[in-house]
């Protein structure tokens, strides 16, 4: 990558050649280093440079920038961050018989940090690519479920490591019954994937959760939203309520028998 400097006394950034930059990368991109350099929402950070130190699958970049802090004091500052797309995830659910349906795959990444053999327990997901969020999602889990999705839900969109990397993950539900399995799921064999579909009971997920065996973030979030306040949780709610109406019908009956 070679660099061709801006005019002296110019307040422009150096300007860069090479691929990803003004020529294709191998994925076909350029001015992978213009992203970042137009925010302005935030008055107390002005973008002066980003580099583009690699560009693979995804991209990494170095943006420099100069912050103004809580007392008014200015600084410049440096982040890396890692582009890798949005993506989105969704838990599949059968309220009547109680279960949830995930997958099983190898991940390098956990496995080189620590996991016993790197096969993680995981929500179905994916990357976005070119698609919107709900699209992405009924793509991903026909691929890796086998599930021809109805109604999907939205539950929330969050950053997942908002220290390097830029991924907005986009959290969705839907519920299943076996009917709705119409292919053996597994995901894209031509894209390297050997994906394991897993059906637990609920609660045994969360036992799972609890023990460790399920490690994964999207996963556990996913998790505890469905016994807090999604499907299991509205069980719940439901029958404490049912018990309320029977517990007043039956003081009632007390009170004037």
Do not use: C
């Not at 008055?43 to 970049?61: F, I, Q, S, T, Y």
């Not at 795959?105 to 969020?133: I, W």
């Not at 109805?150 to 997942?160: A, P, Y």
């Amino acid at each position: 990558m070679s660099r061709v400097s801006a005019d002296a006394g110019a307040d422009r950034p150096t300007i860069r050649r090479g691929p990803g930059l003004d020529l294709p990368d191998a994925r076909g991109r350029t001015g992978l280093d213009r992203v970042g350099r137009e925010l302005s929402g935030n008055p107390d950070v002005v973008v002066r440079d980003v580099e583009l130190l690699a560009a693979g699958w995804h991209v990494l970049r170095r943006t420099t920038f100069d912050y103004r802090d809580s007392r008014g004091e200015w600084s410049t500052q440096q982040r890396e961050t890692y582009d890798r797309g949005n993506g989105a995830t969704i838990l599949l659910y059968d309220a009547d018989r109680r279960t949830v349906l995930l997958t099983r795959q190898f991940r390098f990444p956990v496995y080189v940090n620590g996991h016993p053999d790197g096969n993680l327990v995981e929500t179905a997901a994916g990357l976005l690519d070119a698609d919107d969020p709900v699209t992405a999602i009924r793509r991903e889990t026909a691929e890796e479920l086998g599930v021809t999705l109805h109604d999907v839900e939205h539950v929330f969109d969050i950053w997942m490591s908002p220290g390097s990397v830029t991924e907005r993950l986009h959290f969705y539900a839907a519920a299943y019954s076996p009917s709705d399995r119409t292919a053996a799921g597994g995901g894209v064999r031509s894209e390297g994937e050997d994906i394991e579909v897993l059906e637990l009971d609920f609660d045994d997920a969360l036992r799972r959760v609890a023990d460790g065996e399920i490690a994964d973030a999207k996963t556990v979030l996913l998790l505890q939203w469905a016994a807090l306040s999604g499907p299991f949780g509205r069980q719940a709610s439901g029958a404490g309520s049912r018990v309320d109406h029977r517990d007043a019908e039956a003081a009632e009956v007390v009170e004037h028998g």
